[in-house]
């Protein structure tokens, strides 16, 4: 059978080898738009990951453009890998690592969900519910309405953040 690549809502389970449930302490977020090109990169990531090696008390969550909608997915979380495209004016698959302490650290310039997504965290410290934040941003130059497909330059990045988002996760999962 096939499955369409965006064929389920916020929260729903996509893969087959499901991963994580809720209240696991880390939760890997995928966010983007699958039919703006290179902006979906952080789905297309999250689609990876779910052919990895589960990882216990980590869940896989595709957030889509959710934002706000999101805040209840982030409870019982300690700590939150999120996934995003970004226009911050780097060469298209430049990969960058940030910690932001909190909402104010986070940069300007991701996907077309940018608003939505400070909202969503804004509104997890407000109620005392923010978990650390590890976030991968994949630079990105054009945005292509529908299209599912990644440049070349922004797929070529893919497996450097599954790999390194796999590690992250299984190391903070071990962590106290």
């Not at 997890?124 to 630079?139: F, K, V």
């Amino acid at each position: 059978m096939i499955s369409l690549l965006d064929s389920t809502l916020v929260g729903e389970g996509f893969s087959a080898l499901r991963q994580g449930t809720i209240g696991d302490r880390i939760l890997i977020l995928g966010v983007g738009n699958l039919l703006m090109g290179d902006e979906g990169v952080g789905i297309h990531i999250l689609r990876q990951l779910e052919h990895e090696r589960p990882v216990a008390g980590v869940r896989l969550l595709d957030g889509g453009t959710g934002g706000v909608n999101l805040l209840t997915e982030l409870d019982g979380a300690s700590d939150i890998v999120m996934i995003d495209a970004t226009r911050d004016g780097q060469p298209a698959g430049t990969i960058t690592f940030l910690q932001p302490g909190f909402v104010g650290e986070l940069p300007r310039g991701l996907g077309a969900h940018d608003f939505g997504l400070k909202d969503l965290f804004a509104a997890a410290a407000l109620l005392g519910r923010l978990p650390r934040i590890h976030l991968y941003t994949i630079s990105v130059e054009t945005v292509h309405p529908m299209c599912i497909e990644l440049s070349a330059a922004v797929a070529a990045a893919v497996p450097e953040v599954v790999q390194t988002v796999h590690a992250l996760a299984a190391r903070l999962a071990s962590g106290p």
